[in-house]
Structures are given as structure tokens and as C-alpha cells.
């Protein structure tokens, strides 16, 4: 496992960080204005997946590994709904150094 303070890029080294903390500020603080995210192939409302997939059911992101620059990672997430599962997830980082799109799905 890679620990999240070693994750090459700023932004998803954030955003990771805000996840695994369920500090839903600190998630809106690294995320771009305007962000979006699909997961499986779909778009979803950001602001509800989020809280329904990571801060009321407890999401964590242990990540296996990384690539293109860190903004690919391979990760098993576990949160109280779904249970442990590994995961695939890209970022977008915008000029302003905060991710403007994540997707997410089965890896």
C-alpha cells in the first residue's frame, strides 16, 4: 500500500486525504468549483454520490498503486454499505491545482 502522504499528486494527495478522514470541508476544499464524477461509466451528482458513498457510509481508500503522474490510482475501498471492493480512479487536476473531475469503478 502506498500511505497517502507519498501519492505523487497535491491535489489527489487532498482529496485522498479528505476521503480516508471524512472531513467532507477538507473533500469540497480540493475539488474544483464546477467538479464532476462518474463511477461505473455513469455521471453522477457529485455531491450526492459523495455523500452517500464515502461520508455516511464511512469510505476508505487504501491505494495499491499509482500512474500517469498520480492521477491513476488502484485502490481497495471499503465503506459500510458495500463493503471492501478494488477500484480503479482517475483525476482531472485544473490550472488551480484542485481536481475538476474524478471517475471511479470496478478495477
Same mark, same amino acid.
Given at each position: 500500500m502506498i500511505p497517502t502522504d507519498d501519492l505523487s499528486d497535491p491535489a489527489v494527495r487532498a482529496l485522498v486525504a479528505a476521503i480516508n478522514a471524512n472531513d467532507i470541508a477538507a473533500f469540497r /476544499? /480540493?475539488? /474544483?468549483?464546477?467538479a464532476t464524477m462518474s463511477d461505473d461509466g455513469a455521471d453522477r451528482d457529485l455531491g450526492e454520490w459523495a455523500e452517500r458513498e464515502i461520508f455516511s457510509s464511512h469510505g476508505h481508500l487504501d491505494v495499491e498503486s499509482e500512474s500517469d503522474g498520480?492521477?491513476?490510482?488502484? /485502490?481497495r475501498y471499503t465503506n459500510d454499505t458495500w463493503g471492501a471492493m478494488r477500484t480503479a480512479w482517475h483525476f482531472t487536476v485544473d490550472g488551480g491545482g484542485k481536481v475538476s473531475r474524478f471517475e471511479t469503478g470496478q478495477a
Open positions: /476544499a /480540493a475539488l /474544483a468549483p464546477d498520480g492521477h491513476s490510482l488502484i /485502490a
